[in-house]
């Protein structure tokens, strides 16, 4: 069965952010993931990791001014220096925390510009090279344009065509099911066309982002699915609790301690 790693962005809110570990763990899950953790000191995040047992799945690299509304740098063809400086900044978290993927946001542009995208590709080979010094992947995530209007990374086929033309060993895709429903709906064939180059997955009902099981997908036939595939990493658990983080896990009773 998978392993789930709870978002702790969006998962266990009632408390303070460096208290949701405890609270991942004791709800059962072996492992977290989060948007940022820029906000606290690298060794506070490493500490709560190894306390607790857990397992850090995934976070994002640094995405500019996120308060503003900057979602990502990677397209932005005047922003390459901010972004190596981010990187630096991210792998600092990633020696303290383990992590053995980073995300990096492609921000807000438009995919049809041809300075974006050759922005967008020079930024995803020099950041895949640089971690994968570190012993790291790279995952590229398409958002769908309902969550995320104007993002620049908002197809599947235009993040695979990517991937297979840079070849690069550690550069994968994060296949959240929640946005490959919204986006392209078939994420089972989708799921098995391109499970070879897939690093991460993240999971969400549709179409209200919340638990799974609770929207119009079958998510435990596609856990099942990610099984038959050979899927062996982590399930992040990126939705928004629709009355309670604990309230809400029921769901998640049959999947506890399933590689235990």
């Not at 550069?171 to 391109?194: E, P």
């Not at 009902?205 to 596609?222: K, T």
């Not at 899927?231 to 009773?253: Q, S």
């Amino acid at each position: 069965m998978p392993r789930f790693a709870a978002n702790l962005t969006l998962m266990f809110t009632e408390v303070p952010f460096l208290d949701r570990f405890a609270q991942a763990a004791e709800a059962g899950f072996e492992a977290v993931e989060f948007l940022f953790p820029y906000e606290h000191p690298p060794e506070a995040i490493g500490e709560r990791l190894k306390a607790h047992g857990l397992t850090q799945a995934l976070f994002n690299l640094p995405p500019g001014d996120w308060a503003a509304g900057e979602r990502g740098l990677a397209a932005l063809p005047d922003r390459f220096e901010e972004l190596k400086a981010g990187v630096e900044t991210a792998l600092a978290y990633a020696r303290a925390t383990g992590v053995k993927r980073l995300h990096l946001m492609a921000g807000m542009a438009d995919r049809s510009d041809s300075r974006a995208q050759d922005s967008y590709r020079r930024a995803v080979a020099w950041t895949a090279e640089r971690v994968g010094r570190e012993g790291l992947d790279l995952v590229l995530e398409p958002i769908n344009a309902r969550n995320m209007p104007g993002y620049f990374l908002d197809d599947f086929d235009y993040a695979a065509d990517l991937i297979r033309a840079l070849a690069l060993p550690n550069l994968k895709l994060q296949f959240d099911l929640y946005h490959c429903q919204i986006l392209h709906g078939d994420v089972t064939m989708r799921l098995r066309a391109l499970m070879p180059m897939v690093g991460h997955v993240q999971t969400a009902s549709v179409p209200e982002r919340h638990e799974p099981g609770s929207g119009e997908m079958n998510d435990a036939f596609l856990f099942a699915e990610l099984d038959r595939l050979g899927y062996d990493g982590f399930v992040g658990c990126e939705y928004n609790p629709r009355a309670g983080t604990r309230e809400g896990l029921g769901w998640f009773d049959a999947y506890k301690g399933a590689r235990a």
